[in-house]
């Protein structure tokens, strides 16, 4: 039977990434992959065409769906809005809608690129950590949270950080089952000698593995201290696993010890194995339309799609292998761009990508 992708454009350079990841589909369905593309909205997109940044019908087409492909939302157009019709609670609810609690983000320095990272080769040549970064629950989600005013006119704004057990035992096992099929290392990052709440984490961390996964190694670490460790030695790191906050700071910064932000992928899994997959990086307004965009985090995130969500290893491992060939031919986006490269845009190097399947 064929899978169905929901393929969610969104804002700024959205559209244009997407749409080379879609080629990259259409030319293995050509080979005999099963998939079935629908389009939806979601973002600043869809606020402009339904005054919502997730309509329903994008919900219920996303639950249909096996898999989900987004682009990016957001930018200063929708900055003015009140924050309920913002791009961002677009992505925060089709999240929370599919129960999308696991998030996967990989951090590869690609031997090709050692040059263009913010640290010296040495220190982080060869990296290949995940980051698994819970993702519904959190001070992102917590209740209470607003803005206030005291009794003394003071505003006051609020947030809070609250995790139960059940949903720390599940990412825990998310991220001890990645660690399992890499070097059985697993970091667990939290703030556990102020916050109570990731005082339970640690204690629920170390449960989980004793009794359901000794054969991996854990580790604890604060997230201050870790954040330190991924610029002081990155390479430490096989597999960390930390809460919706910390994973979202500490995976920004590992990105960029590879070079671009634009070449990383993302995963977004459920307790079913259905996944959203998006590049971690932002909407990059200040460069939408002008094709210059890096389509290769998305192209990434389609390979993780097909190894996640879809059951095609093999069909991933040829993309990630057409993204290294291409690397090899010296092309090049301009925010990956250095001496002797051939500089290449958007639609140019999806085409390159296709060419090398």
């Not at 671009?260 to 995963?267: E, K, Q, T, V, Y």
Request: glycine share 10%.
């Amino acid at each position: 039977m064929s899978k169905r992708i929901l393929v969610l454009p969104g804002d700024g350079i959205g559209p244009e990434i997407v749409a080379e990841a879609v080629k990259v589909l259409d030319r293995l369905a050509g080979e005999g992959l099963a998939v079935e593309l629908d389009e939806g909205l979601v973002g600043g997109a869809a606020y402009d065409a339904v005054g919502s940044p997730l309509p329903e019908a994008t919900v219920a087409m996303a639950k249909e769906a096996d898999a989900v492909l987004l682009g990016a939302v957001g930018g200063p157009k929708w900055e003015p809005l009140d924050i309920a019709l913002r791009p961002e609670k677009g992505l925060l609810g089709l999240r929370a809608e599919l129960g999308l609690f696991s998030n996967l983000r990989p951090a590869i320095l690609y031997p090709q690129l050692a040059d263009a990272s913010s640290l010296r080769a040495e220190i982080v040549a060869g990296l290949d950590l995940m980051i698994v970064r819970e993702l519904t629950g959190g001070i992102y989600f917590g209740q209470p949270r607003g803005v206030r005013t005291l009794d003394s006119g003071e505003r006051q704004g609020f947030n809070t950080l609250v995790y139960a057990e059940h949903e720390i035992e599940r990412i825990v096992r998310s991220a001890c089952e990645i660690a399992m099929k890499r070097g059985r290392r697993l970091c667990s990052v939290d703030k556990a000698n102020v916050l109570e709440c990731t005082e339970l984490w640690r204690e629920v961390a170390t449960r989980v593995v004793a009794h359901e996964y000794p054969e991996i190694e854990l580790s604890h670490m604060y997230v201050d201290n870790a954040a330190m460790q991924l610029v002081k030695w990155p390479k430490q790191f096989d597999v960390m696993v930390t809460t919706n906050m910390f994973g979202d700071i500490l995976s920004d910064a590992a990105a960029m010890l590879t070079g671009s932000i634009g070449m990383l992928p993302s995963a977004s899994l459920n307790e079913q194995g259905q996944g959203m997959y998006e590049p971690i990086h932002g909407s990059a307004p200040d460069i939408a339309g002008k094709g210059v965009a890096n389509p290769l985090a998305t192209i990434l995130s389609v390979a993780m799609m097909l190894r996640y969500s879809l059951d095609e290893p093999a069909m991933a491992d040829r993309i990630e292998a057409a993204v290294n060939s291409v690397l090899d031919q010296e092309l090049r986006t301009p925010d990956i761009m250095s001496e002797g490269m051939t500089e290449v845009d958007c639609m140019g190097m999806g085409d390159a990508v296709v060419a090398a399947l």
